[in-house]
């Protein structure tokens, strides 16, 4: 068990989940959250992403464990639990007959506000719909739909926000625009999860990172220390003539032979760049020990590639 | 409890509701003024008194509870059933509102939306029928009463409900067959027996002598036994509201 850390927003534990039908959606999680920061959540379909936001925002019965937001025990205090946080869910999901600014109002109404036309204008202003404050909510873009989505979650200024996958199916442009928006809310204080499938997503914007699989957080740090942990610097270099073998000389460094002898594959490392050096060392020393090469093409691994390894090989630390 | 959040859903429904007026007011008033035209104005003139009241009169209270049923019902049902059926009930279910508040919004804008419609029916039932209210408190008492239990039957119906089908289910094959034959177009005496006994089976037919009462003063069945009924039936629906909220059934997984 972790112990409570001081600016504790949310502090989850042995949170499970498991449907009628049996399936085990969450595996006794435990997830602490900071306030003020941005937590992504990177898992596969069916990891438990949505379930675990469901069981903290109301939506789902947990079968075990606890959830405390604000210092108060979510299931006892559900009334100011609820009213202090927010939700984005992954589909678009409401009246699409309504018009926006009633949709974005009777969000912030159900949440216990009082009316406020000049908030709803704040918020609708700040994501772009203000000039369609009076469309109904079907004759928007698909964009569109999803900054509604968001300015309802908004409406209520809630202190942690949820966002499953907020930039699912929305072009590239608009995706940016989000990751403003929400870099945005994190100026003014809000803190954030989001769960996204694009890792790039999480590589720029969050300040720790939740990897989860089947039911379980297989890994939970600094965006940065991740990257220093298990990042990997990935060197291939052409070599000419072909080798049969890996040369003695060369039997301390992390390589292997491709592509018939003709390639030299080093991956090593540590993300803090100690795999570069490692790489010049390599190269100093093919040419000590005269091996000819005609190219060197290196790369740091992403996010991405750390939460591939870590989701099919289960690698690295655990939670 | 949440007020402003009782009220925001209030407000939603009915403005739902006023979005849909055309269909939602008309549909029930034009087919209701049909009765009225071909049993209250065109026929009722040719058929005998009933306990000293014209046959057009005799009517009106049932029609009335034949809209009051199928409106309350459906307009509940529907309310809860939409949310669910397109996934905003996350809404719903993500904000401070509890089994009070959900009651006080969809139930009450539902039996808003039946007594508006009820209102409007009453007038227009006087451009073909010429009726008076004996009781005209307990009969706005009594209206109120059995919107507000069809309006709780109606949420519950939208809880269970798993498809479109469902809905119409229950106000088609149930309401309104047991509200014909409740007596809307003739008193139980002029059944003979065994159906005189079987009719008195039906708990529609309580619901309609007891708005009946209120109107002319003159029913089958003592109207303490209606109004009691009706009481029965949402204490009934609010213990099995609160017993779905409390276990999420169909609505939290």
């Known amino acids: ?319 | 409890m949440n007020a402003r959040g009782a009220l925001a859903i209030f407000t939603n429904e009915l403005l739902r509701f006023f979005r849909t007026a055309f269909g939602s007011i008309l549909s029930p008033v034009l087919t209701t003024a049909l009765y009225f035209i071909v049993f209250g104005a065109a026929i009722g003139g040719r058929i005998q008194e009933i306990d000293g009241v014209s046959y057009g009169a005799f009517i009106v209270p049932g029609l009335l509870m034949l809209t009051l049923l199928s409106e309350s019902t459906s307009n509940a049902s529907f309310g809860i059933y939409m949310p669910r059926f397109t996934g905003a009930i996350y809404e719903l279910l993500s904000a401070p509102v509890g089994v009070a508040e959900t009651l006080i919004g969809f139930v009450g804008a539902a039996a808003a939306k039946s007594l508006i419609i009820a209102a409007i029916i009453l007038l227009t039932a006087l451009l073909f029928v010429d009726y008076t209210i004996a009781h005209p408190l307990l009969a706005v008492g009594y209206i109120v009463l059995v919107a507000a239990a069809f309006s709780l039957f109606g949420f519950i119906l939208g809880v269970w409900a798993d498809g479109f089908e469902k809905l119409q289910i229950v106000p088609m094959l149930i309401l309104t067959p047991l509200t014909f034959l409740g007596g809307t177009f003739y008193s139980i005496q002029m059944l003979a027996e065994p159906w005189r006994t079987v009719a008195q089976f039906n708990p529609i037919f309580y619901l309609i002598n007891g708005l009946r009462w209120t109107f002319t003063g003159r029913a089958d069945v003592p109207i303490g036994v209606a109004f009691g009924m009706t009481l029965g039936l949402i204490v009934l629906c609010v213990g099995v509201i609160a017993l779905i909220f409390r276990t999420g059934w169909r609505l939290r997984d």
Request: glycine share 12%; net charge neutral; charged share 25%.
């Open chain 1, 1 to 319: 068990m972790f112990p409570r850390v001081e600016g504790t927003i949310l502090d989850i534990r042995g949170l499970a989940k498991t449907y009628k039908g049996g399936t085990t959606a969450l595996a006794g999680v435990d997830l602490q959250i900071r306030k003020g920061e941005i937590f992504a959540l990177l898992g596969p379909n069916g990891a438990g992403k949505t379930t675990l936001i469901g069981a903290v925002c109301g939506l789902l019965r947990p079968s075990g464990g606890t959830i405390e937001a604000f210092g108060l025990d979510a299931r006892r205090h559900w009334r100011e639990v609820r009213r202090r946080i927010g939700l984005v869910p992954q589909e678009l999901s409401f009246d699409m007959f309504a018009r926006v600014d009633h949709s974005v109002a009777y969000s912030r109404g159900m949440f216990g506000c009082a009316p406020d036309p000049a908030r709803i204008e704040q918020v609708l202003r700040s994501l772009s719909l203000w000039d369609k404050r009076k469309a109904k909510i079907r004759e928007l873009s698909g964009g569109m739909k999803r900054r509604v989505m968001i300015a309802k979650a908004l409406s209520h200024d809630p202190d942690l926000l949820f966002l499953d996958e907020p930039t699912a199916g929305v072009d590239v442009e608009l995706r940016r625009d989000m990751w403003r928006q929400i870099d945005a809310l994190r100026e003014a204080g809000t803190t954030i999860i989001l769960t996204t499938h694009y890792i790039e997503e999480a590589q720029a914007m969050a300040d720790r990172v939740g990897v989860i699989n089947k039911g379980q957080l297989l890994l939970v740090d600094e965006k940065a220390a991740i990257m220093a942990q298990l990042g990997r610097t990935e060197a291939r270099i052409a070599l000419t003539p072909p080798l049969p073998g890996v040369p003695a000389a060369l039997a301390g460094y992390p390589v292997t032979l491709e592509n018939g002898g003709r390639t030299l594959f080093y991956r090593g490392g540590d993300g803090t760049g100690a795999g570069k050096r490692e790489v010049a060392e390599l190269v100093k020393a093919l040419v000590g020990q005269g091996i000819g090469f005609e190219g060197i093409e290196t790369r740091e691994s992403s996010l991405e590639d750390i939460f591939v390894d870590l989701v099919e090989n289960r690698v690295g630390a655990p939670a």
